[in-house]
């Protein structure tokens, strides 16, 4: 309560109106110019505003506390009121003590607003809600539960519609965002009849698509629109990757996926050669080709020796003396075979004749020898026949041989 007459500290005079000074000591008492409250967004708090002359102290009374202030004007935020909670604000000088009260009234909560970033969303897609209230103690949406009384949030599309609900002591406020649930696109079928081609040949690209808004095929440079199910036939010249693109019931999301059809051209063996027709066993002889669209190469004798040479074009050999062919198997993804044979003659190495010179020797005279020995065998068996005294076989069969000689 602010009253208009006030009692002057210096004589006790009672004075009519605070607005004048004391009409006995000429001293001025408090005067009070302003003294009003703001809500704020946040419950519970305002923001007070106070213009006081003459004050050499100001405070503000609330429920179980006082908060001092500064003298003259200015502004303040109080918290934690309730609503119909008196404040009052004390105002003092050495002359006098003036008060002045006021009710705060609070206001049930408001929502600012509710909204979401799309407003189609696919089933099971992501969109964010946001939201922002005032005045409220509790914010609450369904499906989520209690959140901030402001915020964002990104969610998975499982409902048509949310409710938030904003809360005070004073009361509710609640509002509901509808949003367009559309079923998500699929790709059920999107395959070729066959998977590997050889030149020149066809096959059919097949597709079936669910809740699309619109579908295309890619390849190349090509882009063509296309029904939600369908064949096409196709005869690529080389490997080609095609593209489905499937555009969402809300227009914006894509889906695609990618299918490669591979294309083979035959194998082909342009050459195969040898770098002499004619070759001795045990020498090397250097096999050559050229072969185009090949997976695998082996180049094998007529022994059945096998090699193989698929990243290569030339492979020198050691012949061997029954060497007769070379050959050259190729073949390619789709598992078609190519051979070509290379016949070789290999001779045998001939025997060397190696003539050597004709050395005279010079002639000897054995005759000489012969009759020392004669002589030296005859003496021996003498001695041995004499001590025995018994001619020796050996003694008779030399003399018998002298014998002959003579």
Known sequence: MYRDTWICNNDEHVNSSIATACEICGAWPPALQTFSYELTDVFGQVSICWDVDHADRVAVLRTGARVELPSGKGTQILKGLRNGEDITLCMANEV???????????????????????????????????????????VSISGIGPVALSGMQERDATEASYKIVAENEVGSTELILEQELLPAPGIKVFKVRRGKLAWGEETQLVWDVATASKVELCYGDVREAIGPAGEKNVRPSETTVYKLLVQAMDGITLLEQDLELKVYRKVEVRSFESDMKFVVE???????????????????????????????????VITRKDTRYFKLIASDLLHNVLERKLEVSVKELPAPVITLPQIKLPDFDLSLGARVMEQTLFEQAFREAKRTRKPSVSFKSLVRFLYSKS
Request: with cysteine.
């Open 282 to 316: 045990s020498l090397p002889v250097r096999l050559t080709w050229d072969v185009a669209y090949a997976d695998q190469v082996f180049i094998e004798d007529n022994f059945g020796t096998r090699t193989e040479v698929t990243h290569e074009s030339s492979l020198e």
């Open 96 to 138: 006098a003590s003036c008060y002045k009260s006021i009710r705060v009234v609070l206001e049930r909560p408001g929502i600012i607003f509710f909204k979401t970033d799309k407003e189609k969303v696919l089933k099971g897609g992501r969109f964010a809600l946001s939201w922002s209230t005032k005045n409220a103690a509790a």
